[in-house]
């Protein structure tokens, strides 16, 4: 039946006279707690907030190449699909939809937006993504382990602004003004003063509204970025760190309370729409976050989550028992995720019952948002003199990130690469190199980017395979303590989600991950150019300077003795390149069968 424009406003003003009344003797507020089935929005009692969040972004406002720029899809039949989606000028374009008549809307980021980053934000540093960040109207970001690649004074940089202090300004005239949005790092602090570096927390008002955020970065930040970049830094308990804000936040009257953290969980299934909370709350999804989303305070009312690249919505009970909401978008702005938050204006706080959360496909079929456009031109044309530089040729993709298996095709390339750089004696006498699969960003896709021409590969795409700039090294190291290092990739640290080295050519062994911990090394199947290893023989091994420090839970590689420092490992891929492909004969991808692997 349709109502007419007379009837609809004779209708709203006996609600609002009805409502009113209902205030004035009391009789709604003392029948209905907060949360309650049958709260009358029309009070105006609970408003719906718009959270919108991203995580693991690294640089990538082009759309991401190859399986680095997809996600999968559960159909509804049942069936799954491989979705483009990602990229600067489209997630843009979905935020802007998604706030569209959203008046309580407040967009945040769980870390990594930077580092690791293709060339066109890389070579300025990432300034070029902190720009688009500004003009998507991010309102907080929580820092990620990537924040710390160039250390707390490039952090700095990015926060407050400057001319980087070796480069200079990006361009001439022009100096970079640093983001709009604070970047929270409430677990990180001065080894001296023992205060945060930045901001621990900010508060998010809206006609009196009011949403506390907490950012922290994972505890173990330490143990995968390079010691320059955390040097004085302590980088404390998440758990821990978020519940003494959440506690400060409640007595300065801020009930309402989101959580930042880059750290992250493994979700069953790889599909971004897949039920995380079948059987049961959060039975969907495992790994670290999980128990400190069991850990952090009530106080706390959803987890905006990172670090793992993966994609979740969850409700993983908080430790009252309670519901709370816990989320992560993938990474490379391949999704967002929409949570409503339903805001108590009495209480201030959430209504846990109304909370509901799911995470939207940044699809490139959508319109693209012009000044994105118009950023990544202006960017591109700066990079473009040493990006569009052809360094090799390839016949076939080679995929390094989006591998299946544990050893990739283009982890074997690289392996090669560092083997062949450092081997000549004064060059460091290497006999085999390891690279650490986290060092590799993405894939080599044979189809052309731009105008380049199919098989080609550029200095762009060597550099988003290898952004860090990692100097490469030659270390000592004993039959034993190589033995020790394979072990260290499924134990310890890196035994609940193995980190497998990729490996140079001749090096071999197998496997065995029906067992557990450093049980999963067979020790007499690991050779060298077809023998058995020596426990006790010295070996010259390659790596890059991250590896050798101990990163990613390697401290084996921190005994290495006679270290000797050469150039950088993208300098080692390009000679690669040079030495073994042409246009005439491409590099054909390598089979991958270095390592066995015994599946359980």
């Not at 934000?121 to 990432?126: C, E, P, R, V, Y």
């Not at 970065?217 to 302590?234: A, N, R």
Request: proline share 6%.
């Amino acid at each position: 039946m349709t109502v007419k424009p007379q009837r609809r406003r004779r209708l709203r003003r006996l609600t609002a006279g009805v409502a009113t009344l209902a205030a004035a003797v009391g009789v709604l507020s003392a029948a209905m707690p907060a949360g309650a089935e049958g709260t009358d929005h029309a009070q105006g009692r609970t408003v719906d907030v718009q959270l919108l969040s991203f995580n693991d972004f690294h640089g990538n406002i082009e759309p991401p190449p190859g399986s680095s720029g997809e996600v999968s899809r559960q159909k509804p039949d049942g069936s799954t699909e491989k979705v483009a989606a990602g990229g600067a000028e489209y997630l843009a374009t979905s935020l802007r939809k998604a706030r569209k008549d959203n008046p309580y809307s407040v967009t945040a980021a769980a870390g990594d937006l930077v580092g690791a980053s293709p060339l066109i934000s890389g070579l300025f540093h990432d300034e070029p993504s902190i720009e688009a960040f500004n003009k998507m109207d991010l309102d907080v970001a929580g820092v990620g382990n990537h924040e710390f690649d160039e250390g707390r004074k490039e952090l700095q940089r990015l926060q407050d602004g400057g001319c980087h202090p070796k480069d200079g300004c990006s361009e001439d005239g022009k100096v970079f003004k640093g983001a709009d949005f604070p970047y929270l790092a409430a677990n990180v602090t001065d080894e001296k003063t023992e205060r945060p570096i930045l901001k621990p927390y900010t508060v998010w008002k809206k006609k009196g509204v009011k949403i506390g955020f907490i950012g922290v970065t994972l505890e173990g930040t330490p143990d995968i970025v390079s010691e320059e970049g955390v040097k004085g830094l302590k980088f404390h308990d998440e758990i821990k760190t978020v519940d003494k804000y959440a506690k400060k936040l409640d007595k300065m009257g801020v009930k309402s309370i989101v959580a930042l953290i880059h750290e992250g969980g493994l979700p069953e299934k790889p599909e971004y729409n897949y039920d995380c909370d079948s059987p049961g709350p959060g039975d969907g999804v495992s790994g670290p976050i999980t128990d400190i989303a069991k850990g952090i305070s009530p106080k706390v009312d959803a987890l905006v989550t990172g670090h793992t690249h993966e994609a979740y919505a969850c409700n993983i009970p908080d430790p009252s028992g309670n519901p709370r909401t816990v989320t992560s978008a993938s990474s490379f702005g391949k999704l967002y995720t929409d949570t409503t938050l339903t805001y108590d204006r009495r209480s201030g706080d959430i209504v846990r019952t109304g909370v509901k959360s799911a995470n939207h496909v940044v699809s490139r079929k959508q319109a693209k948002a012009k000044d994105m456009t118009s950023l990544i031109k202006h960017w591109g044309k700066l990079a473009d003199p040493i990006a569009d530089k052809p360094i090799g040729y390839i016949s076939d993709d080679i995929p390094g990130r989006g591998a299946e298996k544990p050893e990739s095709p283009l982890g074997d390339v690289i392996g090669d690469a560092q083997l062949e750089f450092m081997a000549p004696e004064d060059k460091g006498g290497a006999q085999l190199a390891l690279m650490n699969p986290g060092g590799i960003r993405s894939d080599l896709v044979y189809k052309a980017a731009e105008d380049e021409g199919d098989g080609v590969v550029t200095y762009g795409e060597g550099f988003t395979v290898q952004p860090f700039t990692n100097m490469m090294t030659a270390i000592d190291l004993t039959g034993k303590q190589l033995v020790t290092a394979l072990q260290q990739q499924v134990s310890g640290a890196n035994e609940e989600q193995p980190k497998i080295l990729q490996v140079s050519k001749g090096f071999s062994y197998t496997l065995d991950m029906t067992k557990s911990g450093k049980d999963r090394v067979v020790t007499d199947s690991v050779k060298l150019d077809g023998k058995a290893l020596d426990p006790d023989k010295t070996y010259r091994v390659a790596m890059n300077e991250f590896l050798a420090g101990g990163g990613d839970g390697f401290a084996v590689f921190k005994d290495g003795k006679d270290k000797l420092v050469g150039k950088s490992d993208l300098e080692a891929l390009e000679a690669y390149f040079g030495e073994h492909s042409s246009k005439s004969d491409p590099l054909e991808p390598p089979k991958a069968d270095r390592i066995k692997v015994v599946e359980k």
